[in-house]
């Protein structure tokens, strides 16, 4: 069965590598991001069943008005990848900008809700869909200077948890998506304000999760039977473990 998805944050990272995976796997997507010249990049790669669309999820009237923006045949989303995402700073609670704060909290929450709340009406019209988050581990433990982006994250899996509450005995499903360590992407650039050295520093020595692994873990839970829900997806890389608590010693 050919899918319609609609992919947030699809002009970078995780989100063009999901979109490539699906139009690959004989999908239709709908790319979704600011940067209109990488879509319409990605478009020329891929062919007509990736559709560009320039959303700033942040725009609170433009999530509102989809689905009913997009031509007629797009409409029906089968499945919503709420991709869209960011991290920015690194310092110590006390000194991070709040305006980075609210960035995060606009983008990461808020752009998920009204994203969802704008489609998932219809998945529950037609009692079939996918909800699939991108969250991170970050919302599952704690680093210094992860405060507010690992708090969206924290959100993301029990906002994702309680949708499925609501949704149960449907089929309109719910992933949250949990990576660790992931290179080749503009993330850690724009969490480093552009600072590519920094960010590059960050990957030396390891061998991270590509996007291409996100793409298949999102490809694995979305091809599962119609009754199959993946509630939560936590992914590392081999080289990356939780823990152990920090103990601070004086002397
Ligand atoms: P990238 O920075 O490579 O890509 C982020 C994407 O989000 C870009 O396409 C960007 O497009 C888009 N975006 C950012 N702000 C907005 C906005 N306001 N409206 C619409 N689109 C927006 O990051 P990754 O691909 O690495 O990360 C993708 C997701 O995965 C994020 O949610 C991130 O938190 C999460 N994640 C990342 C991990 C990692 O280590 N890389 C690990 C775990 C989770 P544009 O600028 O064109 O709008
Ligand atoms: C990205 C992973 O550990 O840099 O979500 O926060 S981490």
Redesign the pocket.
């Known amino acids: 069965m050919t899918l319609t998805l609609l992919v947030?944050?699809?002009?970078?990272?995780?989100?063009?590598a999901i979109a490539r995976r699906f139009v690959h796997d004989g999908h239709r997507v709908i790319a979704?991001?600011?940067?209109l010249e990488?879509l319409d990049a990605l478009a020329r790669e891929l062919g007509p069943t990736l559709l560009p669309l320039q959303?700033?999820?942040?725009d609170a009237p433009a999530a509102a008005a989809l689905p009913d923006s997009l031509p007629e045949d797009w409409r029906e989303v089968d499945v919503l990848v709420n991709?869209?995402?960011?991290?920015l700073g690194l310092d110590p609670a006390w000194k991070a900008a709040l305006a980075d704060w609210e960035t995060m909290v606009a983008?990461?929450v808020l752009?998920v809700l009204r994203l969802t709340r704008a489609l998932l009406p219809g998945m529950v019209a037609r009692n079939r869909g996918h909800v699939v988050n991108?969250?991170?581990?970050?919302g599952d433990y704690p680093y210094p200077g992860g405060h507010v982006y690992g708090g969206s994250?924290a959100f993301l899996r029990q906002f994702s948890l309680n949708l499925k509450a609501d949704l149960v005995g449907s089929f309109v499903r719910v992933t949250n998506i949990e990576?660790?360590?992931?290179g080749g992407?503009?993330?850690s650039t724009?969490r480093f304000g552009g600072d590519s050295a920094r960010a590059a520093a960050l990957y030396a020595g390891t061998q991270p999760l590509t996007?291409e692994d996100i793409a298949e873990a999102v490809a694995w839970v979305v091809a599962l039977p119609p009754h199959v829900n993946i509630n939560r997806v936590e992914m590392m890389p081999t080289c990356q473990a939780p823990g152990p608590l920090a103990v601070k010693r004086s002397g």
Do not use: H, M, Y
């Not at 947030?8 to 063009?16: D, E, V």
């Not at 991108?134 to 970050?138: D, H, N």
């Not at 990576?179 to 992931?182: D, F, M, R, V």
């Open positions: 947030t944050g699809a002009s970078a990272g995780f989100g063009a979704a991001a600011r940067r990488k959303l700033d999820v942040t991709n869209a995402g960011l991290a983008t990461n752009g991108l969250g991170s581990i970050a994250k990576p660790g360590l992931c992407t503009e993330f724009v996007a």
